[in-house]
């Protein structure tokens, strides 16, 4: 750590209910020069809501400055001078962890480049709010953020850890809940277990289960399932390797085969899925047979 620095306190608020920051947070928060928060706006109000008293930065006063994805580039130098300069930055987002699906990845890593010091203050965070309560599979997990907006990327993306063994967590907006399960169904299958984790902390928190499917058909049929904000939980694939294996060649010989003649679409399936081109003949001519 460099000689007579400051520190840079990444502090967790709540995601909903004011009563989860910890003493710890709302000391950190009193106690520091500058506030980098998303929102001012939102933030005042929480700071407020704390009790704590904002002003120029000068004369014991906390500053607030606006840090988020597009201004991150331009206020990051700022603020590493600031910590440089004997000050407490105290990093926060508009809820939860910052970094989180949240701004302040860029400041933390340029403070640790400059051996400043950085002290997590912990707190809340939807994901590990959803996953404590949910009921899935926790000793593993996989946190994949917010799903790519447009449904042929989101696909692409959720093939990307359809095979994860552990449970998938993701972001999405109420809005958005719909389209997401849909597409989760239509690449995992419905078959497999979920939970939306909607609200939380909140008054009308919620936690949905069931296979995907089921999940799915009820969200998209019910507009209060799509208001505010929510966490999709997905059990993560539990079958053996063997029987995905067996599972994806026969999915790219079928795709393979409607489109080419069959010893091509079996050659062609062999190099992609690494499989045995002999054993993906005699199960393409079964299909075939059994089609007939
Ligand atoms: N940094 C935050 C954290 O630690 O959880 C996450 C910020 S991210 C921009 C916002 C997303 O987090 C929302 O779209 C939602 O998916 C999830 N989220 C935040 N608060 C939530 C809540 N009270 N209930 C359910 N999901 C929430």
Redesign the pocket.
């Known amino acids: 750590m460099a000689g007579n620095s400051g520190v840079l306190y990444v502090v ?1 608020t709540p ?2 209910n004011l009563a989860d920051i910890s003493e710890r947070a709302r000391q950190t928060l009193a106690d520091a020069d500058l506030i980098a928060c998303e929102d001012t706006r939102h933030s005042r109000a929480l700071l407020a809501h704390l009790g704590i008293g904002l002003g120029s930065g000068a004369d014991g006063e906390t500053a607030l400055w606006a840090y988020h994805e597009h201004n991150e580039a331009q206020i990051t130098p700022r603020l590493l001078a600031h910590i440089e300069a004997g000050k407490r930055v105290a990093l926060i ?10 701004p302040g990845f860029v400041l933390v890593r340029a403070a640790r480049e400059r051996g400043l010091c950085v002290v997590p203050i912990p707190g ?4 590990l ?2 996953l404590s309560a949910a009921g899935l599979p926790s000793d593993r997990f996989l946190f994949v953020g ?1 799903p790519p907006r447009p449904s042929g990327q989101r696909r692409t993306w959720i093939e990307g850890f359809a095979a994860e063994p552990g449970t998938l967590i993701c ?3 109420g809005k958005r809940a719909a389209v997401t399960l849909a597409d989760l169904c239509a690449v995992l299958g419905g078959q497999r277990r979920g939970v939306v ?6 008054h009308f ?1 919620t936690f949905l289960s069931g296979e995907l499917d089921t999940l799915a058909a009820r969200v998209a049929a019910d507009p209060e399932q799509q208001l ?4 999709i939980l997905i059990e993560g694939e539990r079958r053996p390797a063997s029987e995905r294996q067996e599972v994806e060649e026969l999915r790219i010989l079928a795709i393979l085969s409607d489109e080419l003649p069959l010893r091509q679409a079996v050659a062609l399936a062999a190099r992609i899925t690494g499989g045995n081109r002999n054993r993906l003949y005699k199960k393409a001519l079964a299909q075939r047979q059994s089609e007939a």
Do not use: M, N, Q, W
């Open positions: 967790a995601i909903g987002s508009d809820a939860g962890t910052p970094l989180i699906s949240d809340p965070s939807a994901l709010c959803a917010f972001y999405e907006s984790a909607r609200e939380l902390t909140k928190e505010g904000e929510l966490v």
